[in-house]
């Protein structure tokens, strides 16, 4: 993939996961903190098809940006062939375990198995 | 290798006389024999006038032969002796003493470049990297068939690159440039700036090519903007707004 295309992608998931953790964030503001944090009633938030829905695209967009982000440190930090290739793939996987992880633990609560 | 002090006046007495003086460090180190940089100290006279390549000649000259460093023109023109004076990259051509505003004048070799020895610095990489770039009109036709014109541009045309095109290729950049110091397989702001020179005129058709070239893992992407390179520019080349316009070329901003 072309770095222009990456960067684009890295610019886009930066600017949406702004836009929905604001969402976020005001939706535990504009509730009390018990009626916002307390185990039961965070449970229940999974419950919400579309709070689930915003939780999995922060989730995606969070992990596509941050493990880009790591690979663009990575690939400064020092250089070589075999290196760079380790280090792009090894970020692609890593971004794959965990959003494969959440997206897990996000289907569970919503499903009752916890 | 031993550090030297010594007094001009003392040893030098056809020197012009004047009362100010200034003590030169000169960074002194052969990677064929030495493990590391040491300074050698140098009280030196110099005038309203004396520019820091002059006080380096005139060690040369009556002190140390063998200080090692590359100059030509003497007027901010061949980009040859570009030198970390005080810290900060500058032509030693271009930088009077007395503006330094300092009783020592500290000069090293640039950073992010190899060093042959003392002050003087290998250019291949920012040369390949210049090249990398294919730093010239890219065109089908020609101007040098008879029944052609050559390729006239308005002003506006013009002013949208000339700034780019005094870029004398002294590294002063790349030595400023914080990304080069981590990833030596940056392009660099150099060959950035040149990049853009030639995208922005009009008469160049390799505007797909060049953009190509700078949009990969090392390129244009890997620049952060910390705008040193355009502090340290001797010409008035503004690489880090170079590099912006280029990047709207490639986000789709530009055409």
Known sequence: MKESTIMKIHYGTALASVGLVAVHILMRLTTGFADSLSYENVLANYRSVPYVIMLELILILLAVHGFNGLRVILLELKQGRVYEKAISYGCVVGMMILIGYGSRTIIMTNMGMV | MAQVSSTADEQ?????????????KI????????DSSKFMEFSIPYQKWTTVLEAILDVKKHFDHSVAVRYSCRQATCGSCGML???????????KISE???DVVTVEPMNNFPVIRDLAVRFEKLFDKHQKIKPYVIRDD??????QREFLQ?????????????????????????????????????????????????RDKGNDDRLNIIDESHGIWRCHFA???SQVCP?????AMGIQFLRGYLLGFRN
């Open chain 2, 227 to 229: 705008g040193s390179c």
């Open chain 2, 27 to 34: 960074s002194r180190f052969n990677p064929e024999s030495d």
């Open chain 2, 100 to 102: 330094l505003d300092s």
């Open chain 2, 142 to 147: 020609t101007e040098l068939e008879s029944d």
């Open chain 2, 85 to 95: 004076i005080n810290g900060k990259p500058r032509l030693a051509c271009f930088t």
């Open chain 2, 154 to 202: 308005s002003p506006e045309e013009v002013e949208q690159y000339i700034q780019f095109a005094n870029c004398i290729k002294c590294g002063l950049c790349n030595s400023a440039c914080p990304t080069m110091a981590t990833d030596s397989s940056f392009v660099g702001p150099q060959a950035l700036a040149q990049a853009y020179r030639y995208v922005a005129d009009s």
């Open chain 2, 12 to 24: 030098a007495p056809n020197l012009l006389s004047t009362s100010k003086s200034v003590l030169l």
């Open chain 2, 235 to 239: 010409k008035g080349v503004d690489p």
